[in-house]
Protein backbone atom coordinates (compact mmCIF):
# COMPACT_ATOMS: atom_id res chain seq x y z
CA UNK A 1 0.00 0.00 0.00
CA UNK A 2 2.68 2.52 0.55
CA UNK A 3 4.64 1.53 -2.55
CA UNK A 4 1.23 2.12 -4.01
CA UNK A 5 1.16 5.53 -2.65
CA UNK A 6 4.53 6.49 -3.39
CA UNK A 7 3.76 5.72 -7.29
CA UNK A 8 1.16 7.68 -6.96
CA UNK A 9 3.00 10.58 -5.26
CA UNK A 10 5.48 10.43 -7.88
CA UNK A 11 2.98 10.47 -10.81
CA UNK A 12 0.37 13.09 -10.39
CA UNK A 13 2.58 15.76 -7.55
CA UNK A 14 5.98 15.36 -8.42
CA UNK A 15 8.00 16.96 -11.57
CA UNK A 16 11.61 17.04 -12.36
CA UNK A 17 13.38 20.63 -12.15
CA UNK A 18 15.07 19.89 -15.57
CA UNK A 19 11.62 20.10 -17.13
CA UNK A 20 10.66 23.28 -15.26
CA UNK A 21 13.74 24.45 -16.14
CA UNK A 22 12.89 23.69 -19.92
CA UNK A 23 9.00 25.18 -19.36
CA UNK A 24 10.43 28.08 -18.17
CA UNK A 25 12.52 28.68 -21.13
CA UNK A 26 9.97 28.25 -23.79
CA UNK A 27 6.72 29.81 -21.41
CA UNK A 28 8.86 32.55 -21.52
CA UNK A 29 9.62 32.90 -25.35
CA UNK A 30 5.86 32.06 -26.13
CA UNK A 31 5.27 35.32 -23.60
CA UNK A 32 7.66 37.34 -25.52
CA UNK A 33 5.70 36.00 -28.91
CA UNK A 34 2.70 37.27 -27.52
CA UNK A 35 3.89 41.05 -26.14
CA UNK A 36 5.68 41.61 -29.94
CA UNK A 37 1.78 40.22 -31.53
CA UNK A 38 0.35 42.95 -29.05
CA UNK A 39 2.81 45.56 -29.43
CA UNK A 40 2.30 45.74 -33.58
CA UNK A 41 -1.52 46.39 -32.84
CA UNK A 42 -0.77 48.26 -29.31
CA UNK A 43 -2.96 51.73 -30.99
CA UNK A 44 -5.42 50.37 -32.05
CA UNK A 45 -6.31 48.30 -28.26
CA UNK A 46 -4.45 49.54 -25.71
CA UNK A 47 -5.02 53.61 -26.10
CA UNK A 48 -8.02 56.01 -25.51
CA UNK A 49 -7.45 56.60 -29.58
CA UNK A 50 -8.56 52.96 -30.44
CA UNK A 51 -10.90 50.87 -30.69
CA UNK A 52 -11.33 49.72 -26.97
CA UNK A 53 -11.14 53.23 -25.18
CA UNK A 54 -10.61 52.88 -21.66
CA UNK A 55 -13.69 54.67 -20.24
CA UNK A 56 -15.78 52.16 -22.66
CA UNK A 57 -14.37 49.56 -20.96
CA UNK A 58 -14.27 50.41 -17.51
CA UNK A 59 -17.96 51.96 -17.50
CA UNK A 60 -18.96 48.65 -19.03
CA UNK A 61 -16.24 45.91 -17.79
CA UNK A 62 -16.87 42.88 -19.68
CA UNK A 63 -16.54 40.89 -15.96
CA UNK A 64 -18.01 41.97 -12.54
CA UNK A 65 -14.30 41.83 -11.15
CA UNK A 66 -11.32 42.70 -13.82
CA UNK A 67 -7.57 44.00 -13.14
CA UNK A 68 -5.27 45.81 -15.32
CA UNK A 69 -2.18 48.12 -14.83
CA UNK A 70 -3.27 49.36 -18.63
CA UNK A 71 -5.94 50.76 -17.49
CA UNK A 72 -3.74 53.61 -16.21
CA UNK A 73 -2.57 54.01 -19.49
CA UNK A 74 -4.74 56.05 -22.26
CA UNK A 75 -1.73 57.43 -24.53
CA UNK A 76 -0.05 55.37 -26.79
CA UNK A 77 3.19 56.50 -24.63
CA UNK A 78 1.85 55.58 -21.37
CA UNK A 79 0.47 51.78 -22.93
CA UNK A 80 4.56 51.54 -24.22
CA UNK A 81 5.99 52.02 -21.50
CA UNK A 82 3.84 49.15 -19.75
CA UNK A 83 5.01 47.22 -22.32
CA UNK A 84 8.45 48.09 -21.67
CA UNK A 85 8.36 46.84 -18.44
CA UNK A 86 6.57 43.55 -19.14
CA UNK A 87 9.10 43.04 -21.83
CA UNK A 88 12.10 43.21 -19.43
CA UNK A 89 9.92 40.84 -16.80
CA UNK A 90 9.87 38.18 -19.76
CA UNK A 91 13.23 38.34 -20.47
CA UNK A 92 14.50 37.80 -17.08
CA UNK A 93 12.30 35.13 -16.60
CA UNK A 94 13.69 33.66 -19.67
CA UNK A 95 17.16 34.03 -18.71
CA UNK A 96 16.15 32.62 -15.31
CA UNK A 97 17.69 36.10 -13.41
CA UNK A 98 15.52 36.77 -9.71
CA UNK A 99 13.17 33.78 -10.81
CA UNK A 100 10.75 33.75 -8.26
CA UNK A 101 10.41 37.31 -8.28
CA UNK A 102 9.97 37.71 -12.26
CA UNK A 103 7.18 34.49 -11.90
CA UNK A 104 4.88 37.10 -10.13
CA UNK A 105 5.72 39.95 -12.25
CA UNK A 106 5.16 38.41 -15.45
CA UNK A 107 2.07 36.99 -14.14
CA UNK A 108 0.83 40.08 -13.49
CA UNK A 109 2.08 41.38 -16.50
CA UNK A 110 0.14 38.49 -18.48
CA UNK A 111 -3.46 38.85 -16.51
CA UNK A 112 -3.15 42.87 -16.93
CA UNK A 113 -2.41 42.49 -21.33
CA UNK A 114 -5.15 40.13 -21.48
CA UNK A 115 -7.80 41.96 -19.22
CA UNK A 116 -7.50 45.12 -20.97
CA UNK A 117 -8.37 42.85 -24.20
CA UNK A 118 -11.24 40.90 -22.08
CA UNK A 119 -13.56 41.33 -24.83
CA UNK A 120 -11.03 39.74 -27.62
CA UNK A 121 -9.67 36.93 -25.46
CA UNK A 122 -9.73 33.63 -26.56
CA UNK A 123 -8.69 29.98 -25.32
CA UNK A 124 -5.22 30.59 -26.15
CA UNK A 125 -5.51 33.67 -23.12
CA UNK A 126 -6.78 31.37 -20.75
CA UNK A 127 -4.09 28.73 -20.90
CA UNK A 128 -1.77 31.53 -20.90
CA UNK A 129 -3.13 32.75 -17.46
CA UNK A 130 -3.01 28.77 -16.06
CA UNK A 131 0.19 28.01 -17.23
CA UNK A 132 1.52 32.12 -15.53
CA UNK A 133 -0.59 30.91 -12.08
CA UNK A 134 -0.15 27.44 -11.29
CA UNK A 135 3.81 27.51 -11.72
CA UNK A 136 4.15 30.01 -9.53
CA UNK A 137 4.39 27.45 -6.50
CA UNK A 138 7.20 25.98 -8.65
CA UNK A 139 10.46 26.40 -8.69
CA UNK A 140 11.28 27.36 -12.56
CA UNK A 141 14.90 29.05 -11.77
CA UNK A 142 16.64 25.39 -10.08
CA UNK A 143 17.98 24.40 -14.02
CA UNK A 144 18.80 26.06 -16.75
CA UNK A 145 18.73 29.32 -15.46
CA UNK A 146 20.88 32.58 -13.94
CA UNK A 147 19.89 32.23 -10.68
CA UNK A 148 21.15 28.41 -10.86
CA UNK A 149 24.73 29.57 -11.98
CA UNK A 150 25.21 32.05 -9.60
CA UNK A 151 24.24 29.40 -6.48
CA UNK A 152 26.46 26.82 -8.07
CA UNK A 153 29.16 24.75 -6.21
CA UNK A 154 31.94 23.87 -8.13
CA UNK A 155 32.77 20.00 -8.05
CA UNK A 156 28.74 18.64 -7.42
CA UNK A 157 26.74 17.15 -9.33
CA UNK A 158 23.68 18.76 -9.99
CA UNK A 159 20.06 17.83 -8.06
CA UNK A 160 17.72 16.34 -9.87
CA UNK A 161 15.76 15.85 -6.93
CA UNK A 162 11.74 15.85 -7.74
CA UNK A 163 10.04 18.70 -6.27
CA UNK A 164 6.33 18.08 -4.60
CA UNK A 165 3.41 20.67 -4.84
CA UNK A 166 -0.35 20.41 -6.13
CA UNK A 167 0.72 22.14 -9.04
CA UNK A 168 1.67 19.50 -10.37
CA UNK A 169 -1.96 17.93 -10.17
CA UNK A 170 -3.61 21.59 -10.85
CA UNK A 171 -1.53 21.39 -14.12
CA UNK A 172 -2.00 17.97 -15.18
CA UNK A 173 -5.81 17.89 -14.08
CA UNK A 174 -6.50 21.33 -16.41
CA UNK A 175 -4.87 20.01 -19.82
CA UNK A 176 -6.91 16.62 -19.53
CA UNK A 177 -9.75 18.86 -19.12
CA UNK A 178 -9.28 20.88 -21.75
CA UNK A 179 -8.79 17.56 -24.11
CA UNK A 180 -11.55 15.92 -22.54
CA UNK A 181 -14.21 18.12 -23.20
CA UNK A 182 -13.22 19.77 -26.48
CA UNK A 183 -13.61 16.33 -27.35
CA UNK A 184 -16.55 15.26 -25.76
CA UNK A 185 -18.51 18.81 -27.02
CA UNK A 186 -17.88 17.34 -30.19
CA UNK A 187 -20.68 15.48 -31.38
CA UNK A 188 -22.30 17.43 -34.04
CA UNK A 189 -23.44 16.34 -37.88
CA UNK A 190 -19.78 17.51 -38.96
CA UNK A 191 -17.73 15.67 -36.80
CA UNK A 192 -19.67 12.18 -37.31
CA UNK A 193 -19.68 13.26 -41.45
CA UNK A 194 -15.73 13.45 -41.53
CA UNK A 195 -16.86 16.78 -42.72
CA UNK A 196 -16.03 19.19 -39.63
CA UNK A 197 -12.22 19.73 -40.91
CA UNK A 198 -13.72 20.94 -44.69
CA UNK A 199 -16.05 23.43 -42.48
CA UNK A 200 -13.27 24.82 -40.71
CA UNK A 201 -10.81 25.36 -43.13
CA UNK A 202 -13.38 27.02 -44.68
CA UNK A 203 -13.73 30.13 -42.18
CA UNK A 204 -11.56 32.84 -43.92
CA UNK A 205 -11.13 34.96 -40.84
CA UNK A 206 -9.50 31.82 -39.24
CA UNK A 207 -7.92 30.22 -42.26
CA UNK A 208 -3.79 30.81 -43.25
CA UNK A 209 -2.59 30.93 -46.73
CA UNK A 210 -1.49 27.59 -45.92
CA UNK A 211 -5.62 25.89 -45.01
CA UNK A 212 -6.53 27.87 -48.05
CA UNK A 213 -4.83 25.63 -49.96
CA UNK A 214 -5.11 22.43 -48.09
CA UNK A 215 -8.85 23.01 -48.69
CA UNK A 216 -8.55 23.93 -52.05
CA UNK A 217 -6.65 20.58 -53.09
CA UNK A 218 -7.24 17.69 -50.48
CA UNK A 219 -9.35 15.30 -51.52
CA UNK A 220 -12.87 14.49 -49.99
CA UNK A 221 -11.36 11.46 -48.46
CA UNK A 222 -8.37 13.20 -46.72
CA UNK A 223 -11.26 15.69 -44.47
CA UNK A 224 -12.76 12.52 -42.98
CA UNK A 225 -9.65 11.14 -41.77
CA UNK A 226 -8.26 14.32 -40.44
CA UNK A 227 -11.93 14.96 -38.48
CA UNK A 228 -12.10 11.67 -36.84
CA UNK A 229 -8.16 11.71 -36.41
CA UNK A 230 -8.97 15.23 -34.34
CA UNK A 231 -11.39 13.63 -32.24
CA UNK A 232 -9.56 10.56 -31.40
CA UNK A 233 -6.39 12.39 -30.81
CA UNK A 234 -8.56 14.98 -28.27
CA UNK A 235 -9.59 11.75 -26.12
CA UNK A 236 -6.44 10.09 -26.33
CA UNK A 237 -4.09 13.33 -25.13
CA UNK A 238 -6.67 12.99 -22.11
CA UNK A 239 -5.66 9.61 -21.21
CA UNK A 240 -2.05 10.18 -21.68
CA UNK A 241 -2.09 12.61 -19.72
CA UNK A 242 -3.25 10.71 -16.27
CA UNK A 243 -3.12 7.08 -16.70
CA UNK A 244 -1.30 5.87 -13.49
CA UNK A 245 0.08 3.11 -15.49
CA UNK A 246 3.18 3.21 -17.94
CA UNK A 247 3.24 6.64 -16.97
CA UNK A 248 6.63 7.07 -18.34
CA UNK A 249 5.66 5.67 -22.11
CA UNK A 250 2.55 7.35 -22.31
CA UNK A 251 4.14 11.10 -21.53
CA UNK A 252 6.74 10.67 -24.15
CA UNK A 253 4.04 9.39 -26.67
CA UNK A 254 2.26 12.94 -25.82
CA UNK A 255 5.21 14.94 -25.85
CA UNK A 256 6.23 13.73 -29.14
CA UNK A 257 2.62 13.59 -30.63
CA UNK A 258 0.03 16.47 -29.06
CA UNK A 259 2.45 19.44 -30.55
CA UNK A 260 2.00 18.23 -33.53
CA UNK A 261 -1.47 18.27 -33.84
CA UNK A 262 -1.39 21.48 -32.08
CA UNK A 263 1.62 22.70 -35.04
CA UNK A 264 -0.83 22.01 -37.88
CA UNK A 265 -3.70 23.60 -35.84
CA UNK A 266 -1.50 26.82 -36.00
CA UNK A 267 0.13 26.45 -39.58
CA UNK A 268 -3.65 25.93 -40.98
CA UNK A 269 -5.52 28.60 -38.72
CA UNK A 270 -5.27 31.81 -37.07
CA UNK A 271 -6.07 30.95 -33.44
CA UNK A 272 -4.31 33.19 -31.82
CA UNK A 273 -1.91 31.82 -28.94
CA UNK A 274 -3.91 28.92 -28.59
CA UNK A 275 -2.02 26.34 -30.48
CA UNK A 276 1.48 27.74 -29.00
CA UNK A 277 0.18 27.66 -25.60
CA UNK A 278 -0.80 24.19 -25.52
CA UNK A 279 2.83 22.83 -26.75
CA UNK A 280 4.42 25.40 -24.16
CA UNK A 281 3.17 22.84 -21.60
CA UNK A 282 4.86 19.37 -22.59
CA UNK A 283 7.46 19.95 -21.19
CA UNK A 284 5.88 19.81 -17.89
CA UNK A 285 5.48 15.90 -18.92
CA UNK A 286 8.92 14.97 -19.18
CA UNK A 287 9.91 12.82 -16.51
CA UNK A 288 13.50 11.65 -14.82
CA UNK A 289 13.37 8.80 -16.85
CA UNK A 290 13.38 10.71 -19.95
CA UNK A 291 16.36 13.28 -18.58
CA UNK A 292 18.44 10.40 -17.97
CA UNK A 293 18.22 8.62 -20.89
CA UNK A 294 18.60 11.64 -22.70
CA UNK A 295 22.11 12.53 -20.47
CA UNK A 296 23.17 9.00 -21.23
CA UNK A 297 22.67 9.49 -25.17
CA UNK A 298 24.92 12.83 -24.78
CA UNK A 299 27.52 11.69 -22.76
CA UNK A 300 28.69 8.57 -24.48
CA UNK A 301 32.33 8.39 -25.24
CA UNK A 302 32.73 11.28 -23.48
CA UNK A 303 34.89 12.43 -20.21
CA UNK A 304 32.37 14.28 -17.84
CA UNK A 305 33.11 17.65 -16.71
CA UNK A 306 33.62 19.29 -13.55
CA UNK A 307 29.80 20.25 -12.49
CA UNK A 308 28.32 23.13 -10.96
CA UNK A 309 25.18 22.77 -8.86
CA UNK A 310 22.39 25.01 -7.32
CA UNK A 311 21.33 24.60 -4.06
CA UNK A 312 18.00 25.56 -3.60
CA UNK A 313 16.67 27.82 -1.15
CA UNK A 314 14.14 25.59 1.89
CA UNK A 315 11.04 26.96 2.14
CA UNK A 316 9.60 27.49 5.41
CA UNK A 317 6.94 24.68 6.33
CA UNK A 318 4.38 27.76 6.79
CA UNK A 319 5.52 29.26 3.39
CA UNK A 320 4.54 25.53 2.35
CA UNK A 321 1.39 25.33 4.11
CA UNK A 322 -0.06 28.75 2.78
CA UNK A 323 1.37 27.65 -1.16
CA UNK A 324 -0.39 24.30 -1.17
CA UNK A 325 -3.66 25.45 0.60
CA UNK A 326 -3.99 28.34 -1.90
CA UNK A 327 -3.26 25.94 -4.85
CA UNK A 328 -6.40 24.17 -3.61
CA UNK A 329 -8.10 26.41 -3.18
CA UNK A 330 -7.56 27.62 -6.96
CA UNK A 331 -8.22 24.05 -7.82
CA UNK A 332 -11.92 23.74 -6.40
CA UNK A 333 -12.44 27.22 -7.92
CA UNK A 334 -11.78 25.79 -11.37
CA UNK A 335 -13.83 22.54 -10.48
CA UNK A 336 -16.37 24.85 -10.15
CA UNK A 337 -16.09 26.62 -13.54
CA UNK A 338 -15.33 23.10 -15.31
CA UNK A 339 -18.70 22.01 -13.96
CA UNK A 340 -20.72 25.57 -14.75
CA UNK A 341 -18.89 26.64 -18.01
CA UNK A 342 -19.33 23.30 -20.06
CA UNK A 343 -22.62 22.45 -22.15
CA UNK A 344 -21.56 18.93 -21.74
CA UNK A 345 -22.20 18.55 -18.11
CA UNK A 346 -25.52 17.15 -16.85
CA UNK A 347 -27.67 20.31 -15.17
CA UNK A 348 -27.32 18.28 -12.22
CA UNK A 349 -23.71 18.40 -12.05
CA UNK A 350 -23.87 21.84 -11.46
CA UNK A 351 -23.28 24.19 -8.77
CA UNK A 352 -23.89 27.75 -7.70
CA UNK A 353 -20.50 29.70 -7.22
CA UNK A 354 -19.90 31.70 -4.36
CA UNK A 355 -19.30 35.52 -5.21
CA UNK A 356 -15.39 34.86 -3.58
CA UNK A 357 -15.06 31.75 -5.91
CA UNK A 358 -16.43 33.83 -9.14
CA UNK A 359 -13.50 36.61 -7.97
CA UNK A 360 -10.83 33.86 -7.70
CA UNK A 361 -11.64 33.10 -11.42
CA UNK A 362 -12.44 36.39 -13.12
CA UNK A 363 -9.64 38.32 -11.52
CA UNK A 364 -7.59 36.39 -13.49
CA UNK A 365 -9.25 35.66 -16.64
CA UNK A 366 -9.42 31.65 -15.86
CA UNK A 367 -12.61 30.42 -17.72
CA UNK A 368 -13.05 26.64 -18.38
CA UNK A 369 -15.75 26.71 -21.57
CA UNK A 370 -13.94 24.18 -23.84
CA UNK A 371 -15.80 23.75 -27.09
CA UNK A 372 -13.23 24.59 -29.86
CA UNK A 373 -15.45 24.32 -33.28
CA UNK A 374 -17.93 22.12 -31.01
CA UNK A 375 -20.60 20.94 -31.12
CA UNK A 376 -19.90 21.55 -34.83
CA UNK A 377 -17.70 24.04 -36.86
CA UNK A 378 -19.24 27.22 -37.89
CA UNK A 379 -21.42 26.23 -41.44
CA UNK A 380 -21.34 29.92 -42.67
CA UNK A 381 -18.42 32.29 -42.40
CA UNK A 382 -18.83 35.93 -41.10
CA UNK A 383 -17.46 39.37 -41.45
CA UNK A 384 -17.85 43.20 -41.04
CA UNK A 385 -17.64 45.66 -43.35
CA UNK A 386 -17.86 49.45 -43.18
CA UNK A 387 -19.39 51.48 -46.27
CA UNK A 388 -18.50 54.85 -45.70
CA UNK A 389 -18.62 57.70 -47.90
CA UNK A 390 -15.87 60.48 -47.71
CA UNK A 391 -16.43 64.41 -48.53
CA UNK A 392 -15.26 64.36 -52.02
CA UNK A 393 -17.14 61.11 -52.71
CA UNK A 394 -15.40 57.89 -52.61
CA UNK A 395 -16.60 54.54 -50.87
CA UNK A 396 -14.37 53.22 -48.63
CA UNK A 397 -14.41 50.45 -46.13
CA UNK A 398 -12.28 52.21 -42.60
CA UNK A 399 -11.84 49.20 -40.77
CA UNK A 400 -10.64 46.95 -43.49
CA UNK A 401 -8.87 49.94 -44.94
CA UNK A 402 -10.03 48.68 -48.56
CA UNK A 403 -11.87 50.99 -50.98
CA UNK A 404 -14.79 49.81 -52.95
CA UNK A 405 -16.35 51.04 -56.13
CA UNK A 406 -19.89 49.39 -55.53
CA UNK A 407 -22.20 51.17 -52.91
CA UNK A 408 -23.66 47.43 -51.84
CA UNK A 409 -20.65 44.84 -52.32
CA UNK A 410 -22.57 41.30 -52.58
CA UNK A 411 -21.15 39.14 -50.04
CA UNK A 412 -19.00 37.25 -52.36
CA UNK A 413 -16.58 40.17 -52.99
CA UNK A 414 -16.31 42.19 -49.28
CA UNK A 415 -13.01 42.24 -48.85
CA UNK A 416 -11.48 39.50 -46.11
CA UNK A 417 -8.25 39.53 -44.35
CA UNK A 418 -5.93 36.27 -44.32
CA UNK A 419 -4.00 35.92 -41.68
CA UNK A 420 -6.18 38.48 -39.86
CA UNK A 421 -4.89 38.89 -36.35
CA UNK A 422 -6.29 37.18 -33.32
CA UNK A 423 -7.81 40.70 -32.10
CA UNK A 424 -8.80 41.57 -35.14
CA UNK A 425 -10.98 38.51 -35.49
CA UNK A 426 -12.40 38.63 -32.67
CA UNK A 427 -13.50 41.85 -32.53
CA UNK A 428 -15.24 41.46 -35.80
CA UNK A 429 -16.59 38.22 -35.04
CA UNK A 430 -18.46 39.90 -31.60
CA UNK A 431 -19.00 43.53 -32.46
CA UNK A 432 -22.18 43.28 -34.30
CA UNK A 433 -23.72 40.81 -31.60
CA UNK A 434 -26.34 42.63 -29.37
CA UNK A 435 -24.21 41.82 -26.21
CA UNK A 436 -21.72 44.09 -27.39
CA UNK A 437 -23.57 47.13 -28.48
CA UNK A 438 -22.10 49.29 -25.95
CA UNK A 439 -18.82 49.21 -27.30
CA UNK A 440 -20.36 50.20 -30.64
CA UNK A 441 -19.81 54.05 -29.98
CA UNK A 442 -16.47 53.46 -29.64
CA UNK A 443 -16.17 52.06 -33.08
CA UNK A 444 -18.09 55.04 -34.29
CA UNK A 445 -15.54 56.87 -33.13
CA UNK A 446 -12.83 55.09 -34.41
CA UNK A 447 -14.19 55.36 -37.95
CA UNK A 448 -14.81 58.98 -37.45
CA UNK A 449 -11.18 59.46 -36.66
CA UNK A 450 -10.73 58.07 -40.20
CA UNK A 451 -9.30 60.99 -41.77
CA UNK A 452 -6.17 61.68 -38.79
CA UNK A 453 -5.39 58.27 -39.58
CA UNK A 454 -5.20 58.71 -43.45
CA UNK A 455 -3.54 62.83 -43.05
CA UNK A 456 -6.46 63.94 -45.79
CA UNK A 457 -8.94 66.29 -44.80
CA UNK A 458 -10.77 65.30 -47.82
CA UNK A 459 -11.22 61.54 -46.35
CA UNK A 460 -13.54 62.62 -43.40
CA UNK A 461 -16.82 60.68 -43.32
CA UNK A 462 -19.98 62.38 -44.80
CA UNK A 463 -21.91 58.99 -43.83
CA UNK A 464 -21.36 54.91 -43.50
CA UNK A 465 -23.29 52.38 -42.80
CA UNK A 466 -21.47 49.20 -40.98
CA UNK A 467 -23.25 45.92 -41.77
CA UNK A 468 -22.87 42.47 -40.43
CA UNK A 469 -22.17 39.84 -43.44
CA UNK A 470 -22.76 36.17 -43.59
CA UNK A 471 -21.63 33.69 -46.54
CA UNK A 472 -23.14 30.29 -46.44
CA UNK A 473 -20.17 27.36 -46.97
CA UNK A 474 -21.06 24.90 -50.34
CA UNK A 475 -21.56 21.23 -48.52
CA UNK A 476 -18.08 19.02 -49.10
CA UNK A 477 -19.70 17.37 -52.03
CA UNK A 478 -19.82 20.48 -54.08
CA UNK A 479 -17.23 22.71 -53.06
CA UNK A 480 -18.29 25.45 -54.46
CA UNK A 481 -17.91 29.00 -54.07
CA UNK A 482 -19.47 30.72 -50.86
CA UNK A 483 -23.24 31.70 -51.07
CA UNK A 484 -24.25 35.14 -49.61
CA UNK A 485 -26.71 34.29 -47.06
CA UNK A 486 -27.83 37.77 -45.40
CA UNK A 487 -26.31 41.14 -44.24
CA UNK A 488 -27.53 42.94 -41.60
CA UNK A 489 -26.66 47.23 -40.43
CA UNK A 490 -25.67 46.94 -37.17
CA UNK A 491 -24.20 50.35 -37.14
CA UNK A 492 -24.92 53.87 -39.22
CA UNK A 493 -23.60 57.63 -38.77
CA UNK A 494 -24.62 60.88 -40.67
CA UNK A 495 -22.32 63.71 -40.09
CA UNK A 496 -24.30 66.21 -38.07
CA UNK A 497 -25.68 69.45 -40.06
CA UNK A 498 -22.79 71.56 -38.06
CA UNK A 499 -20.29 69.59 -39.21
CA UNK A 500 -17.06 70.63 -40.90
CA UNK A 501 -17.06 67.61 -43.34
CA UNK A 502 -19.31 68.30 -46.33
CA UNK A 503 -20.01 66.21 -49.52
CA UNK A 504 -17.94 68.43 -52.45
CA UNK A 505 -20.62 68.43 -55.15
CA UNK A 506 -17.81 68.73 -57.69
CA UNK A 507 -16.35 65.54 -56.96
CA UNK A 508 -18.67 63.45 -55.94
CA UNK A 509 -19.54 61.74 -58.93
CA UNK A 510 -15.84 61.12 -59.07
CA UNK A 511 -14.87 56.81 -59.36
CA UNK A 512 -11.79 57.21 -57.03
CA UNK A 513 -10.63 53.68 -55.67
CA UNK A 514 -7.54 53.88 -52.90
CA UNK A 515 -6.25 51.02 -50.89
CA UNK A 516 -4.46 52.53 -47.73
CA UNK A 517 -2.86 49.69 -45.58
CA UNK A 518 -3.72 48.91 -42.27
Same mark, same amino acid.
Given at each position: ?10 ? $? ?10 ? *?????? %? ?6 ? *? ?10 ? @? ?5 ? %? ?67 ? !? ?69 ? #? ?12 ? @? ?34 ? #? ?30 ? /??? $? ?17 ? @? ?86 ? /? ?35 ? !? ?16 ? %? ?20 ? +? ?6 ? +? ?17 ? $? ?17 ? %? ?6
Amino acid at each position: MRDRIRSLRAT $YLQIDPRSLGLF *RIGFAL %LLLFDLAH *RFRELDFWYTNS @GLLPNHT %LLWRPAATHMFSFFFMASSGAEARVGFLVCGAVYVCLLFGYRTRTMQLLAAVCRISLNSRLAMLENGGD !MVMNLLALFTLALPLGQRFSVDAWRAATPGRAPSNAPVTSLAVLGLLLQFAVIYFFNALSKDGDAWRKGEA #VYFALHLDKYTTEL @GVYMREHLPREAFAVLSYGTLAVEWLAAVLILTPVF #VHKARLVAVCSMPLLHLSFGLNLNLGAFSPAM /IAF $YPLLLTHVHWDALGRFFAR @GRTPLPARTFVPRRRFKLQTLLSETALAVLIACIGLEVLNDNAAVPVRWRFPQPAWAKAVIEYPRLYQGWHMFAPTPPLTDTMIYIDA /ITSEGMHVDPYNEVASRSHFPAAQVVPTWLDQSQFFT !MYSDRIASPDYAAYRQAL %LEWLVAYPQRTGRPLDCLVKFD +AYWVEDGT +APLAERGPPKPLRRETFLS $YVAPADSTCKPKPSQTQQQ %LVRTVPR
